[in-house]
Antibody
Framework: QVQVVQSGAEVRKPGASVKVSCKASGYTFTDYHIHWVRQAPGQGLEWMGC????????AYAQKFQGRVTMTRDTSITTAYMELSRLTSDDTAVYYC?????????WGQGTLVAVSS | DIVMTQSPDSLAVSLGERATINCKSS????????????LAWFQKKPGQPPKLFIYGASTRESGVPDRFSGSGSGTDFTLTISSLQAEDVAVYYC?????????FGQGTKVEIK
C-alpha cells in the first residue's frame, strides 16, 4: 500500500532555513512527481512546487522562487523541501503529495513554526 | 496562472439537506490529451491532510459516500452534497491540475445549521 510519511515538527528563528522530508513507500518512487502544499493558520491551501522524482527536475511557484529548493534521494525514496530566509509568515503545515495527475496520496503534514 | 474562485466562502445547511459549492476557473481546465476536465475536489478537516473526494470533475474517489457528486465542464464546476451528514462538516477546496502552477480555490466552509 502506498504510504507517504513526513518528518516531524520544526521550530526555527526568523532568517533560518528548514528542510522537511517526505518518505514514500509502496510504489516505484521514480514513476511519480511529488508536490508540496502548505496551509498557514486560518488560511487556504497553497501550492509551492513539485519535483520529478525520476529526473529531479523541479517547478516552483513564483512566490517561492529563490527561497525554496526541492530535491530527492532515490536510494531512500525520499523527497525534500527546503525553505530559506524564514519569516513568521512561513509558519504553516507543510504537506507533500504524490501526483497521479491529481493528489491522491498525502503525507500527514509537518508543522513549521517560525518564532523569535 | 489559472485562478480558481469558489462560492460561497461558507454555508450552513440543516442535516439531511442539500449543500452546493461552486468553483469557477479563469480558463478552461479541459485537457486535450485526456479529454477530461482536470478538476479535483478535496475535503479538509483540522489536523488532517486534504482528502481527495472527486477527480476529473465528476469521478468519486474510492470510499467517498455517494451523497457527494461533482459536475461541470470547462470553467464552471459544482460539488453537491445531496444530504448533509454531521461528518461532512469541513472545508472543501477545488483544485485544477490542468497546468502549472497547480492552484486551489480559497475554500468553502460547510457547517450545520
Amino acid at each position: 500500500q502506498v504510504q507517504v510519511v513526513q518528518s516531524g515538527a520544526e521550530v526555527r528563528k526568523p532568517g533560518a532555513s528548514v528542510k522537511v522530508s517526505c518518505k514514500a513507500s509502496g510504489y516505484t518512487f521514480t514513476d511519480y512527481h511529488i508536490h508540496w502544499v502548505r496551509q498557514a493558520p486560518g488560511q487556504g491551501l497553497e501550492w509551492m512546487g513539485c519535483i520529478n522524482a525520476n529526473s529531479g527536475a523541479t517547478a516552483y511557484a513564483q512566490k517561492f522562487q529563490g527561497r525554496v529548493t526541492m530535491t530527492r534521494d532515490t536510494s531512500i525514496t525520499t523527497a525534500y523541501m527546503e525553505l530559506s530566509r524564514l519569516t513568521s509568515d512561513d509558519t504553516a503545515v507543510y504537506y507533500c503529495a504524490r501526483e497521479d495527475w491529481y493528489f491522491r496520496f498525502w503525507g500527514q503534514g509537518t508543522l513549521v513554526a517560525v518564532s523569535s | 496562472d489559472i485562478v480558481m474562485t469558489q462560492s460561497p466562502d461558507s454555508l450552513a445547511v440543516s442535516l439531511g439537506e442539500r449543500a452546493t459549492i461552486n468553483c469557477k476557473s479563469s480558463q478552461s481546465v479541459l485537457h486535450s490529451s485526456t479529454n477530461q476536465n482536470h478538476l479535483a475536489w478535496f475535503q479538509k478537516k483540522p489536523g488532517q491532510p486534504p482528502k481527495l473526494f472527486i477527480y476529473g470533475a465528476s469521478t468519486r474517489e474510492s470510499g467517498v459516500p455517494d451523497r457527494f457528486s461533482g459536475s461541470g465542464s470547462g470553467t464552471d464546476f459544482t460539488l453537491t452534497i445531496s444530504s448533509l451528514q454531521a461528518e461532512d462538516v469541513a472545508v472543501y477546496y477545488c483544485q485544477q491540475y490542468h497546468s502549472l502552477p497547480r492552484t486551489f480555490g480559497q475554500g468553502t466552509k460547510v457547517e450545520i445549521k
